[in-house]
C-alpha cells in the first residue's frame, strides 16, 4: 500500500508544481485554491505515513529506516511551510516557492520508495 | 525564473529582512530543503555507520551544518554570517567535487558534494552562486565590502 500511495502523491504534487508554476509565469501570487490543493497532498502524505508505520509494526522490513524517517519528517513539512509563506509573499515568488516545494515533495517520494526497498 | 522586476517590491515590511523577500524566499526554500535533507541523511550516516568512510560522513555532515547555518542567515538577514556561510559552501563543492573525481579511492560513499553535486541535479554547485548574486544584489546601499 505504501508504493500506490507515494505515487499518488508524487502525481498530485506534479500537478501542483504545473497550476503553481503557471501562475508563477504568469505573475501571480499563489490562490486559496491551490493551498486547497496543496491541503489534498498533504493528507495523502499522512495516509502513506500511517500506512508506512502501520506496516512498520506488522513487522514489514524497511531496507533503510532511519533514511525513510527522515525523508518522511521533510516530506510532511514542505508544504506547509510553502503555504505559509504564500501569506506572507504575495508576489509570484510565493508561487515560485509552491512549485519548488512540489518538485522536492515528488523527488522525496522517489527516495523514500529507495528507502522503503521498492526500488 | 524570469523577471527580475518583481524582486523590488515595496520594502516597507519591515520584519522580514530583504534576503528573505521576493526571490529571497525561493532561495531560502530551497536551502531548508538542502538542510533538512542534508541533516537527515548526515545524521543516519555518521550513527550507522561512520567507520565505513569518516571522511566522506564528515564531510556529509560539514554540509549539513553549513546548509543550517546559510538557511538561518538568509532568513533573518544576518548578511556577514550569511556570506560567510555561502562562501565555504562554493569552495567546498568545488574542493570537493574536484577531489572526488580526481581521487575516487578518497570518496568510496558519496557526499551532497561529490562529483560537484551531480547526484542532485547540480543544485549544490549553482545554489552558492546564486547566493552569493542575491547577498550581493540586496546589500544596502553605501554598504560596499
Known sequence: MVIPLALVVAALALVLVVWAGVFALRDRPVVLNQLLGAAVVEVAILAEAVVAVVHVVGGAHVREPGTFVGYMFTTLVVLPFAASWAFAERTRWSSVVMVVAGITVAFLQVRLLQVWGAM | ?145
Do not use: K
Request: proline share 6%; with cysteine.
Open chain 2, 1 to 145: 525564473m524570469s523577471g527580475a522586476g518583481s524582486g523590488a517590491d515595496t520594502p516597507n515590511q519591515s520584519s522580514t529582512p530583504s534576503t528573505a523577500r521576493g526571490p529571497g524566499r525561493v532561495l531560502v526554500a530551497v536551502y531548508a530543503v538542502f538542510a533538512l535533507a542534508a541533516s537527515a541523511r548526515a545524521g543516519v550516516q555518521l550513527i550507522r555507520d561512520w567507520h565505513e568512510a569518516p571522511l566522506a560522513y564528515g564531510l556529509s555532515a560539514l554540509a549539513a551544518v553549513v546548509y543550517i547555518v546559510a538557511t538561518v542567515c538568509l532568513a533573518r538577514g544576518y548578511r556577514r554570517f550569511a556570506t560567510v556561510a555561502v562562501s565555504v559552501e562554493l569552495i567546498g563543492v568545488l574542493v570537493v567535487g574536484a577531489l572526488s573525481l580526481a581521487d575516487p579511492a578518497a570518496f568510496p560513499r558519496a557526499t551532497v558534494w561529490s562529483a560537484f553535486g551531480q547526484g542532485y541535479g547540480y543544485v549544490p554547485l549553482v545554489l552558492p552562486v546564486l547566493g552569493l548574486a542575491w547577498l550581493r544584489r540586496t546589500r544596502p546601499a553605501g554598504a560596499r565590502s
